[in-house]
């Protein structure tokens, strides 16, 4: 891709992240998502594969689908309320249409079909900046939004997210589309505590996105694609493979590791909020995303290459 070109893709992305970022009239903000969504295409479709084209078509289409009910959403509040800054109260139509908006473009579920399909059509490092950098802006909305969304939307929300998620990535070989369903989980643990500490679901996010990258930018240097590519990788570079190992590990959310810490302070906000019964359904709901983490992980470490 020409460097030009490119530098102008990126600073696109940069633009439109920080407009939404630094917005408080939802205008403003959707402008921001419209260019961070039309920035991307050309990155998407930067090798004119025919799953790549397929890849930003849907993508698109999702894209634009959600854009254009924060727009409808955005200007019923304004109608019924006169009011157009962000984190003024939302009318609660207007907060549940937002809400699923957002669910959308981020690939919440059941809002999430797009989001797999997407990302096993893309490279790992256009589907690096799709995993982290274009969930910040709308991840920022919703926090922005958390105190009118309805709890029970977010807490189903939550739920299913993580519950499919989990289900999603079990049979799965290919690399992006187990990342496309952990992301699915993780986006259902941010939803779920939103309403109930905001700042919970911020610190499970930056984390997310730290653990996330760390994972793409191994499996870039290690140029795998699929599970099979993965058991021979101990012997090329045993280093970079224990990084990804202790990645995905962190990113299944065991003990030691800070995957840990963001479930941890969830499930003890929802004993505070008398929530437990919710809370051990989306804790139990980890322990299907945990065995796939754990198979990778296996593939990584236990299996050596036929010598």
């Given at each position: 891709?020409?460097?030009?070109?490119?530098?102008?893709?990126?600073?696109?992305?940069?633009?439109?992240?920080i407009l939404t970022l630094s917005s408080y009239?939802?205008?403003?903000?959707?402008?921001?998502?419209?260019?961070?969504t039309l920035a991307i295409i050309p990155m998407m479709t930067k090798n004119p594969h025919p799953r790549a084209i397929e890849a930003a078509t849907k993508y698109f289409l999702t894209q634009a689908a959600a854009s254009a009910l924060i727009l409808f959403s955005s200007i019923l509040n304004a109608y019924?309320?006169?009011?157009?800054?962000?984190?003024?109260?939302?009318?609660?139509?207007?907060?549940?249409l937002l809400s699923i908006a957002i669910a959308m473009k981020l690939g919440v579920a059941p809002f999430h079909f797009w989001l797999p399909e997407v990302l096993q059509g893309l490279t790992l490092q256009t589907g690096l900046i799709l995993s982290t950098w274009q969930k910040l802006a709308p991840m920022a909305l919703l926090i922005q939004l958390s105190q009118s969304v309805n709890l029970s939307l977010m807490l189903t929300l939550g739920l299913l997210s993580a519950t499919i998620g989990g289900w999603g990535g079990i049979n799965q070989t290919q690399i992006r589309k187990i990342l496309a369903f952990s992301?699915?989980?993780h986006l259902g643990w941010m939803v779920a505590v939103l309403k109930i500490s905001p700042q919970l679901t911020l610190l499970n996010f930056l984390l997310y996105i730290?653990?996330?990258?760390?994972?793409?930018?191994?499996?870039?240097?290690l140029n795998t694609k699929n599970m099979f590519e993965l058991s021979t990788a101990?012997?090329?570079?045993?280093?970079?493979?224990?990084?990804?190992?202790?990645?995905?590990?962190?990113?299944?959310?065991?003990?030691?590791?800070?995957?840990?810490?963001?479930?941890?302070?969830?499930?003890?906000?929802?004993?505070?909020q008398n929530m437990i019964m919710f809370g051990l359904v989306i804790l139990?709901?980890?322990?299907?995303?945990?065995?796939?983490?754990?198979?990778l992980t296996y593939s990584l470490s236990l299996t050596l290459a036929p010598s």
């Open positions: 891709i020409n460097p030009y070109a490119l530098s102008m893709i990126i600073s696109s992305l940069a633009l439109g992240t009239h939802w205008i403003l903000a959707w402008i921001g998502l419209e260019i961070n019924t309320l006169g009011e157009w800054t962000i984190n003024s109260p939302t009318h609660p139509a207007s907060a549940i992301s699915i989980a730290l653990m996330t990258s760390t994972l793409f930018m191994t499996f870039i240097s101990w012997s090329k570079t045993p280093t970079l493979t224990a990084l990804s190992m202790l990645s995905l590990l962190s990113l299944s959310g065991l003990p030691p590791l800070t995957g840990f810490l963001p479930k941890w302070l969830i499930a003890q906000e929802m004993i505070k139990l709901s980890t322990l299907l995303s945990l065995f796939f983490y754990l198979r």
